[in-house]
């Protein structure tokens, strides 16, 4: 079984920045793609970003493209999520998954997850 604790949310105003972090522990991190999803009170669970095992291949769902951006260090079993030029419509629960098989676009492919850290941003 594999834990992932999530912190770095909280409260910030428009265009503004946070920094999420996941830390990956009971199983080895290196295998695993990582990714970050989001929920937002009334919403389905919807995907952020994800990362390949090596880090060397990433992606982002169109509504962060070019604002977020993901990383993992292996030695540290963390991946990150670097976002900025908040907007109000990225308020939401942010979750760490790991364990996935198939596309990593859906959340159900995902096995493992964190609790979730809140962002929220005003305007």
């Known amino acids: 079984q594999v834990q992932l604790v999530e912190s770095g949310g909280g409260l910030v105003q428009a265009g503004g920045s946070l920094r999420l972090s996941c830390v990956v522990s009971?199983?080895?991190?290196?295998?695993?793609?990582m990714g970050w999803f989001r929920q937002a009170p009334g919403k389905e669970r919807e995907f952020v970003s994800a990362?390949?095992?090596?880090?060397?291949?990433?992606a982002y769902a169109d509504s962060v493209k070019g604002r977020f951006t993901i990383s993992r260090d292996n030695g540290k079993n963390t991946v990150y999520l670097q976002m900025n030029l908040l907007k109000p419509e990225d308020t939401a629960v942010y979750y760490c998954?790991?364990?996935?098989?198939?596309?990593?676009?859906?959340?159900?492919?995902?096995?493992?997850w964190g609790q979730g850290t809140q962002v929220t941003v005003s305007s």
């Open positions: 998954a790991a364990d996935a098989s198939g596309s990593y676009y859906y959340a159900r492919n995902f096995g493992s």
């Open positions: 009971g199983r080895s991190f290196v295998g695993n793609v």
């Open positions: 990362i390949t095992r090596s880090g060397g291949i990433t």
